[in-house]
């Protein structure tokens, strides 16, 4: 079952904050998050592991809520190159990541 | 260190042709998987392989997309015949590690257009 990401789409003046949310309707064992910014490949933001272990860059900051099966994606103090599309991407046990329909960040100078 | 390659980048090809996507995965990587994206949709799952072996191949539309892994190392896909349908940025991507608590590297993609 493909996770939900809400937004679809987020446009912000530079330095602005943003957030970003992942839900699935299946109990998960971690939440990934990815951004690809437009002919390039995804690449890897986070991991956020079932039991509050998280693995990813320091500059990103995120929650997973294990009991409502969310994920939230905070981006703060926006600068132009966070622009892309942004993934989730859960895993249920399935030993495979889904992925949500992506949520587009446009940031303005 | 190397990252995920793809080769071609570009394919366009006529419908019913045959094409076949290529990719190298990073060094002792045991874990490879194929996606696809169709413009301003999911990244959607095809297959996973572990060293040779094919884990899980539910993603994989219909019997006209083959993958296959030689020795655990390079992945190819082959579809054939192309459809319309089969249009979209096809990923590789490799991993180490379980796939639940370890990030995946991905390829730049390989942009497929049948006409």
């Known amino acids: 079952q493909q996770p939900v990401q809400s937004p679809q789409a987020v446009i912000l003046r530079e330095g602005e904050d943003a957030v970003i949310n992942c839900s699935s309707s299946?109990?998960?064992?971690?939440v990934h998050w990815y951004r690809q910014k437009h002919g390039e490949a995804p690449v890897f933001l986070m991991i956020?592991?079932?039991?509050?272990e998280q693995k990813g860059h320091e500059k990103i900051s995120a929650s997973f809520n294990e009991k409502k099966q969310q994920s939230s994606l905070y981006l703060t103090a926006s600068q132009l190159s966070y622009s892309g599309t942004y993934f989730c991407?859960?895993?249920?046990?399935?030993?495979?990541?889904?992925f949500g329909q992506g949520t587009r960040l446009t940031i303005n100078p | 260190e190397a990252g995920v390659t793809q080769f071609p980048s570009h394919s366009v090809i006529e419908k019913g042709q045959t094409v076949t996507l290529r990719c190298d995965p990073i060094s002792g990587h045991d874990n490879l998987y194929w996606y696809r994206r169709v413009m301003g949709k999911e990244i959607k799952f095809l297959l996973h392989?572990?060293?040779?072996?094919?884990?899980?191949e539910s993603g994989m539309p219909n019997n006209r997309f083959l993958a296959e892994r030689t020795g655990g190392t390079y992945s190819t896909l082959k579809v054939q015949p192309a459809e319309l349908e089969d249009s979209g940025v096809y990923f590789c991507?490799?991993?180490?590690?379980?796939?639940?608590?370890?990030?995946?590297?991905f390829g730049p993609g390989t942009r497929l257009t049948v006409l």
């Open positions: 956020l592991l079932k039991g509050g």
């Open positions: 991407g859960t895993e249920a046990g399935a030993q495979k990541l889904v």
């Open positions: 392989f572990v060293k040779e072996s094919k884990q899980d």
């Open positions: 299946k109990a998960l064992y971690s």
């Open positions: 991507a490799s991993s180490q590690g379980r796939v639940w608590r370890n990030e995946q590297f």
